[in-house]
C-alpha cells in the first residue's frame, strides 16, 4: 500500500499545474548565464584583437547550426515529455526521455566527426582568410569536435525543465559559467603557471565546463524525475516514441537551421565589407542576445505550460495563456531596447576602442528597434505552436519569408542600395516581421487544436 500511495504521490508532483512566472525567472537567469559565456569569450579574446572575435564568430555559425541540429531530439523530446505529463502516463515520459538522450548522442557524436574531419573547407566556403581563418579553425576543431557534450546537455536541461524544474538547470547554467570564466582567465592570458594559449584556451574552457555541467545533469535527472529512468530504456527504442519526436522535432530544428544558414548568408555578405563590418556584425549580435533574452524565457516557459496544458486538453487555457506571455515579451522587449540605444556606444566600447567599428556597431543598434519587436512575436507564438504539436506551418513559412524575401532583399539592400550592415539588420527585420504577423494569425485562428500528440489518460 505504501508503494502504491508514494507512486501517486509522484504522479502529483510530476502533474502539478505549473504557474509561468516561477518557470520563467530561472529560464531568464539561465538564458543569461549562457549568453555571458559567449559574451565572456567575446571580452576576453578582444584582448588578443579584433580579429580572434571574428574568427570566433565566424566558427560559431557553424557551431550555432551544428546545436540547432540536436534541437530536433532535444525539443522534439521536451514537448512530447510535457505533453505526457500533462495527460498523467509518466512511465512512458520517462522512457522518451532515455530514448531522446540516446539519440542525440549519436547525432552528436556523428556531427563531432565532422567538425573534426572537415572545419577547414568549411570556413573556407565563407570567404575567411588569414588571422581570421587561423583562428576560427582552431576554435571550430575543439568546440565543434566535442560538440557531443552539448548534445547531452540540451537534450537532458530540456527534460528537467519540462517537468518543472527549472531552477536547478539554472543553477548548473550558473556553475558551468563559474568554471569557464576561471579557465578562460587561466588559459587565455596564461596565468598562475598555465600557459597562454588566447584562442586555443578559449575553446578548451568551452570544452571543459561543458564536461562538468553534463556530469551534473546526469546526477540531477536521477534525483529529480518522478519515475526513474532504467538502462534498457535507453536502448529500448519504440517506433512510436521515435515518430512523435521527430514530428516535432524535425520541423522545428529544419524551421532553426534555415534561419541560421540564412544568417550564415548574411555572414558571407559581410566578408565583402570589409573586418570592421565583420568585427562589428558579431559585437552587434552579441548585444542584440540581452535585449531578445526575455522573450526566449517567456517563450520556453510558455511551451512548457502549452505543452501540459494541450496534454490535459485544456486548450482553452492554453490559447489564452500565449496571448499573455506575448505581450509581456513585447512590453519587457521595448524597454530593454530602450535602454540599450541610449547606452549603445558605450557598450560596445566594453569591446573595442576602434572608432569605426563603435561607429559601425551603434548604428545597427540602433536598427534593432526594429528587428527586436518584429522577433518577439516569432520566438513566443512558434514556441507556442510546437508546444501545440503544429510544427510544420512554423517552417512552410520560414521557407517563404527567410529564404524568398530576406536573402534577395539583403542583397539588395547591402550591395545595390549600398547600405552596408544596416542592410543585412533591416532585411532581417523584415522577415521577423512578416513571420510573426502571420504566426499571430496562425495562433488565433486555433487551427493548432487538432495537432495534439496524446490523449488524456483516464
Known amino acids: 500500500m505504501s508503494s502504491i500511495a508514494s507512486v501517486k504521490q509522484d504522479k502529483q508532483a510530476a502533474t502539478k499545474e505549473l504557474k509561468l512566472f516561477p518557470l520563467t525567472w530561472p529560464i531568464f537567469l539561465e538564458l543569461f548565464l549562457f549568453m555571458l559565456m559567449g559574451s565572456t569569450d567575446i571580452f576576453m579574446l578582444s584582448s588578443v584583437s579584433d580579429n580572434a572575435v571574428s574568427g570566433v564568430g565566424a566558427a560559431n555559425q557553424f557551431i550555432s547550426i551544428a546545436i540547432l541540429i540536436l534541437e530536433v531530439i532535444g525539443t522534439g523530446a521536451a514537448i512530447v515529455v510535457a505533453q505526457f505529463l500533462g495527460s498523467g502516463r509518466l512511465v512512458e515520459a520517462s522512457r522518451i526521455s532515455a530514448i531522446a538522450i540516446t539519440l542525440n548522442l549519436l547525432v552528436g557524436i556523428s556531427i563531432s566527426v565532422i567538425f573534426l574531419g572537415f572545419s577547414g573547407p568549411l570556413l573556407q566556403m565563407m570567404n575567411l582568410q588569414g588571422a581570421i581563418y587561423d583562428y576560427a579553425n582552431i576554435y571550430l576543431t575543439i568546440v565543434g569536435g566535442s560538440i557531443f557534450l552539448q548534445a547531452l546537455i540540451n537534450t537532458l536541461a530540456s527534460i528537467i525543465r519540462t517537468h518543472g524544474y527549472t531552477r536547478e538547470t539554472m543553477l548548473i547554467s550558473l556553475g558551468m559559467n563559474f568554471f569557464h570564466v576561471i579557465a578562460n582567465y587561466l588559459l587565455i592570458f596564461g596565468h598562475m603557471g598555465f600557459p597562454e594559449l588566447g584562442v586555443t584556451g578559449a575553446a578548451i574552457s568551452t570544452v571543459f565546463s561543458r564536461a562538468v555541467a553534463l556530469f551534473v545533469f546526469f546526477w540531477l535527472l536521477y534525483r529529480l524525475l518522478a519515475v526513474k529512468i532504467k538502462i534498457r530504456d535507453y536502448l529500448a527504442f519504440t517506433k512510436e516514441y521515435v515518430r512523435k519526436i521527430l514530428a516535432i522535432g524535425i520541423p522545428s530544428a529544419f524551421e532553426q537551421v534555415t534561419y541560421q544558414a540564412c544568417q550564415s548568408v548574411f555572414l558571407f555578405y559581410v566578408t565583402f565589407l570589409g573586418a570592421a563590418e565583420l568585427a562589428s556584425r558579431q559585437y552587434a549580435m552579441n548585444i542584440s542576445t540581452y535585449i531578445y533574452l526575455f522573450s526566449m524565457a517567456i517563450g520556453m516557459g510558455t511551451a512548457i505550460v502549452t505543452g501540459r496544458l494541450v496534454g490535459a486538453n485544456r486548450k482553452s487555457e492554453a490559447y489564452h495563456r500565449v496571448w499573455k506571455?506575448?505581450?509581456?515579451?513585447?512590453?519587457?522587449?521595448?524597454?530593454?531596447?530602450?535602454?540599450?540605444?541610449?547606452?549603445?556606444?558605450?557598450?560596445?566600447?566594453?569591446?573595442?576602442?576602434?572608432?569605426?567599428?563603435?561607429?559601425?556597431?551603434?548604428?545597427?543598434?540602433?536598427?534593432?528597434?526594429?528587428?527586436?519587436?518584429?522577433?518577439?512575436?516569432?520566438?513566443?507564438?512558434?514556441?507556442?505552436?510546437?508546444?501545440?504539436?503544429?510544427?510544420?506551418?512554423?517552417?512552410?513559412?520560414?521557407?517563404?519569408?527567410?529564404?524568398?524575401?530576406?536573402?534577395?532583399?539583403?542583397?539588395?539592400?547591402?550591395?545595390?542600395?549600398?547600405?552596408?550592415?544596416?542592410?543585412?539588420?533591416?532585411?532581417?527585420?523584415?522577415?521577423?516581421?512578416?513571420?510573426?504577423?502571420?504566426?499571430?494569425?496562425?495562433?488565433?485562428?486555433?487551427?493548432?487544436?487538432?495537432?495534439?500528440?496524446?490523449?488524456?489518460?483516464?
Open 325 to 458: 506571455s506575448l505581450k509581456w515579451g513585447l512590453v519587457i522587449t521595448l524597454l530593454v531596447e530602450v535602454v540599450v540605444i541610449l547606452f549603445r556606444e558605450s557598450l560596445v566600447s566594453i569591446f573595442t576602442d576602434d572608432l569605426e567599428i563603435i561607429r559601425l556597431t551603434s548604428q545597427v543598434i540602433l536598427l534593432s528597434i526594429f528587428l527586436e519587436t518584429g522577433r518577439t512575436f516569432n520566438i513566443v507564438l512558434i514556441n507556442s505552436l510546437r508546444a501545440a504539436g503544429d510544427a510544420k506551418f512554423p517552417v512552410y513559412m520560414g521557407l517563404l519569408s527567410m529564404v524568398g524575401i530576406s536573402l534577395p532583399l539583403g542583397y539588395f539592400l547591402v550591395f545595390v542600395l549600398d547600405l552596408g550592415l544596416a542592410g543585412v539588420w533591416l532585411a532581417i527585420a523584415a522577415d521577423e516581421w512578416i513571420r510573426g504577423i502571420v504566426m499571430f494569425f496562425r495562433w488565433r485562428s486555433r487551427a493548432w487544436e487538432s495537432k495534439s500528440l496524446v490523449a488524456a489518460a483516464e
